[in-house]
Structures are given as structure tokens and as C-alpha cells.
């Protein structure tokens, strides 16, 4: 089984095998304390940087910029959803998510 992940429209949609799943313009709550001083940023997604995926898990960085201090720049890999029996299944958009550790 192979996925094909795309950024697309410069970074506008990411595509899963070639379907538009997830689009810029969300806020997204972020758990990550490299990026800005909240305990919790409230990220307005702006630009899709790269994705790519670790096992099942498909994962994305992002330009966007905290609403909370206003503090803005590139996220490292964070968690978009997961590839289950070849469909995409995005990640509800009101759970905290937290930066892939090297
Ligand atoms: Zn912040």
C-alpha cells in the first residue's frame, strides 16, 4: 500500500491520495513549548511547509501563528491524522496536539 501525501495550491490543502483532506485556516491547539511561551497555543494554520508520514501516522509542519501571543513561524512535525485501511481519517480538530521529538 503506498500513500500519496501532496501539498498543494502552495500550501493551501494537503492531498491524500489525490482527495483534498485537510485545508489551511484552522486553528489547531498545539502542546509545544518550542514554538511559543503558552502552555497551549491556539495556532491559526496559515501554510502547509511539508508532509509526510511515520508509519501509519501522517504527520505535517505548518507556518501559522499563535492567537493567543502572536508569536508566528514554522511548527515542527505535528500529528494530521492517520491512514486506516487505505482511507485517511483526520484528526479531530479539538485535541492537542504535540511536536514529533527526534
Ligand atoms: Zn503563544
Known amino acids: 500500500m503506498t500513500t500519496r501525501l501532496r501539498v498543494l495550491d502552495d500550501g493551501a490543502w494537503i492531498s491524500v491520495d489525490d482527495h483534498r483532506e485537510v485545508r489551511v ?7 509545544a513549548p518550542d514554538f511559543c511561551g503558552c502552555d497551549l497555543a491556539d495556532l491559526v494554520v496559515e501554510n502547509f511547509q511539508e508532509v509526510g508520514v511515520d508509519g501509519s501516522r501522517v504527520e505535517v509542519r ?26 485517511f481519517v483526520e484528526l479531530d480538530r479539538s485535541c492537542v496536539r504535540r511536536e514529533r521529538r527526534e
Do not use: H, K, M, N
Not at 485556516?25 to 502542546?31: A, G, K, M
Open 25 to 31: 485556516s484552522e486553528l489547531w491547539r498545539l502542546d
Open 62 to 87: 505548518v507556518y501559522g501563528q499563535c492567537i493567543e501571543c502572536g508569536a508566528s513561524g514554522i511548527t515542527g512535525w505535528l500529528p494530521v491524522g492517520r491512514v486506516r485501511a487505505d482511507e
